[in-house]
């Protein structure tokens, strides 16, 4: 099983709908992260969380909310979701020690 | 700020090529350096490390060496396959924190 799972994998949602991405991890890592890619832009952090009540901001967090409802889960929000919002999204996970991040499968979102 | 630049592809070699993908990096203080590869339809897998300069991370046949000196590291392989084919991200980061991505390159093998 994958230690990352992201769910939906894949959403087409119209403009102005509430949409949230939900990331899952059995790693057992305090530290959670969402980013979105763009073609050529590579990936951007939106939000990023320490442990269960650590929420922080990252580069692009306008138009996102995220929610960290227990160690293993992080979901993202779109409260009212724009057509520049599409794009792949992805969840990752690291321990406090050690440097490198473990990615999910993605979901890819477009919005109409 | 910190921040990370790669060379743009994409990248078209045959098999058995030689590659290198240049990565350079600007950055207060001394950032680990990964290297992640992005195959179609998935996720980035972590592909090789360097914590400290002079370091070699290496995997797969890959290999990158963290200049201080010269503020790189660039990813080289000395005979690529058709599945090598992906995308390809130098990234940066700090005490187990936050990564910063290069843009990313991506890498086509031709048979």
Not at chain 1, 48 to 73: C, H, L, P, T
Not at chain 2, 26 to 41: D, I
Not at chain 2, 42 to 58: H, M, N, P, R, Y
């Amino acid at each position: 099983d994958a230690d990352v799972t992201q769910t939906p994998r894949n959403r087409i949602t119209k403009t102005g709908k509430r949409i949230m991405l939900e990331c899952s991890q059995t790693k057992g890592h305090d530290r959670m992260y969402w980013y979105r890619q763009d073609p050529g832009l590579g990936l951007r952090l939106i939000y990023y969380s320490f442990d269960v009540k650590d929420i922080n901001k990252g580069e692009i967090s306008d138009g996102y909310s995220v929610s960290r409802q227990a160690q293993a889960k992080f979901s993202l929000s779109l409260e009212s979701a724009i057509p520049n919002q599409t794009a792949l999204y992805f969840c990752a996970t690291s321990d406090r020690d050690r440097g490198e991040q473990y990615f999910g499968p993605g979901t890819r979102l477009t919005v109409t | 700020g910190d921040s990370v630049t790669q060379m743009e592809g994409p990248v078209t070699l045959s098999e058995e090529a030689f590659l290198t993908i240049n990565c350079t990096y600007t950055a207060t203080g001394y950032p680990s350096l990964f290297w992640y590869v992005q195959y179609p339809g998935e996720g980035l897998q972590l592909l090789l490390k360097a914590t400290k300069a002079d370091d070699k991370g290496s995997n797969k046949g890959f290999e990158a060496t963290y200049r201080k000196e010269t503020t790189s590291f660039h990813l080289e392989k000395g005979s690529v396959q058709v599945s090598d084919s992906a995308v390809y991200f130098c990234a940066l980061g700090f005490g187990g924190g936050k990564l910063i991505f290069g843009q990313g390159t991506e890498l086509s093998v031709k048979p």
